[in-house]
């Protein structure tokens, strides 16, 4: 069988499957110097279905080997999404250190029921559970679905958030097979979905301050994204083992990423003191119809979380991991600038040989409307990224960054992401050819840090307080730039390009 690429937008340094289709990352966990990504995998064509868990393994989080389907659909129904732990105490009875895995098995006939598998050579091959499904829902709800497993140190005991519709359900257990119900979170609060998928809740020191830890609960939502489709939120607050407690009212909303590639995201378990995030780098809307064909969907690259407060609020800040800087290959450092007010700084050529994958590193000062660059190719496609300083928003816009036009056959706009696209008169053609915003501080002073890959455009912005995320299909690589300003000038005292390579 021929997996060598035959795509022309396959990323270069962001994990892909071989061939066939990928969507959420399953299971994530940390175990002897590996990280396990399992994902929602269709081995038998590159659109959605017949999930199984597809399986890649990094020593880095960079470089990722492919390795054979890790849990494959049988007769209980689709491997659905899910979680993995580590089993070092031997609650479970298969021996410390036992891999265990939980998925949703979904089906016609049995609906979405939790199930259990464990692995005991390190996560390559699982044994499913004979007595499997683990649990149920005790009142029959359809989307019942996403376990997410992690040990409670203070009560020696493990708990299982599962998504369940309008709600996230709390259970507890000793063992990892006997469930009991706890409590539920997430009605009315945040933006309301027509279901939540992927939770996931980790604790984080505010601040590095180990004596005022926080935690975080993640959970995707689909549809509900600002800009449409799939988008994930988080909230912040106290979990005494058995209640999560929100720190803000209902209606305050947190996102984890301000673009429109940015779903099902989760984190490694097992990682001590780390929290790494691996986001799956597309949208409901469109992810079955992007112009790939050997293989659909990437992963966005992973993600380190910290927790930071801005007055009495607690907030996710999102960065890349450091393990990255090891793709630098080359560097490309440009003297600072000044852009005055209606004039243009352009670089022309970023690299000689550009394969379209690279980082950019901006520290700009701005006293303008709007400070901004076009990453452009030789066919004048171009992204177009700014601060826009009056309307204090950070834009990345994708109109005319290359093939959009397979937007118009997204599934149909949601009213209310396009009465949102209006009334914040965002550059809107259709669910793919748009612009997404981030808010921007008052602050003049900015930093940046951007990834490009072959089809992908990710920004960092002022050490991670705004992430934002967004796939773009240009027909040659991006390789010089323009920058402007408008009513004011902007002084780029930093800039520094990096070519990428693995
Ligand atoms: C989220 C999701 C999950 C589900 C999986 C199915 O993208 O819908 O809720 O488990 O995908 O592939």
């Avoid at 399953?26 to 990280?35: A, C, I, Q, S």
């Avoid at 259970?171 to 979905?193: C, I, R």
């Avoid at 083992?241 to 779903?263: A, I, L, Q, R, S």
Wanted: charged share 25%.
């Amino acid at each position: 069988f021929d997996t060598a690429n035959r795509d022309k937008f396959r990323p270069l340094y962001h994990h892909t499957p071989l061939y066939g289709w990928m969507n959420d990352a399953n299971g994530l966990v940390y175990k002897d110097g590996e990280y396990h990504l399992y994902f929602q995998y269709n081995p038998y064509g590159s659109v959605w279905g017949n999930m199984h868990w597809g399986h890649s393994v990094s020593r880095d989080l960079v470089h990722w080997e492919h390795l054979p389907v890790a849990l494959a659909r049988d007769t209980m129904g689709h491997i659905f999404s899910g979680s993995s732990v580590v089993d070092v105490k031997n609650t479970a009875g298969y021996g410390e250190g036992t891999v265990v895995s939980f998925y949703t098995s979904a089906s016609d006939k049995n609906g979405q029921i939790e199930c259990m598998a464990y692995s005991r050579d390190n996560g390559r091959t699982f044994t499913k559970y004979g007595k499997n499904p683990v649990l149920t829902p005790f009142d029959g709800l359809k989307d019942f679905r996403d376990p997410k497993v992690f040990w409670y140190e203070p009560e020696q005991k493990w708990v299982m958030i599962v998504s369940a519709d309008k709600e996230m359900r709390f259970f507890s257990s000793k063992d990892l097979k006997d469930w009991t119900y706890m409590s539920a979170f997430g009605n009315g609060y945040g933006v309301q979905p027509s279901q939540f998928e992927c939770p996931d809740m980790v604790q984080l020191p505010v601040g590095g301050d180990e004596n005022n830890k926080k935690w975080a609960l993640i959970v995707n939502i689909n549809p509900g994204c600002l800009f449409g489709g799939s988008a994930t939120q988080y909230f912040v607050g106290d979990f005494d083992g058995t209640n999560f407690v929100c720190d803000t009212k209902p209606e305050v909303v947190k996102w984890m990423d301000w673009g429109k590639d940015h779903y099902a995201t989760v984190c490694f378990s097992n990682t001590g003191d780390r929290v790494i995030a691996v986001p799956w780098m597309s949208n409901w809307q469109y992810a079955n119809i992007i112009p790939t064909q050997q293989y659909r969907s990437a992963n966005a690259l992973p993600r380190e979380l910290t927790m930071y407060s801005e007055g009495k609020d607690v907030c996710l800040a999102v960065n890349p991991v450091k393990e990255l800087d090891a793709l630098r290959k080359e560097t490309k450092e440009i003297p600072a600038f000044t852009v005055e007010s209606g004039k243009e700084f352009t670089v022309d050529t970023l690299f000689a040989a550009n394969d379209g994958a690279f980082e950019m590193d901006l520290e700009l000062a701005a006293d303008a409307d709007c400070s901004g660059f076009k990453l452009m190719n030789g066919r004048g496609e171009y992204v177009d990224i700014y601060l826009d300083g009056k309307n204090g928003k950070l834009v990345m816009d994708r109109v005319h960054s290359g093939i959009v036009d397979f937007g118009k056959n997204a599934i149909p706009h949601e009213k209310e992401a396009h009465d949102n696209r209006v009334k914040n008169s965002i550059n809107y053609v259709d669910d793919f050819a748009l612009a997404t915003w981030a808010p921007l501080s008052k602050d003049k002073q900015h930093k940046l840090r951007i990834f490009v890959d072959k089809c992908s455009v990710e920004i960092f912005l002022d050490g991670g307080k705004v992430a934002m995320t967004n796939l773009v299909f240009p027909n040659e690589p991006y390789n010089s730039l323009s920058f402007y300003s408008r009513n004011g000038s902007t002084k780029v005292t930093a800039c520094t390009f990096y070519k990428l390579g693995l």
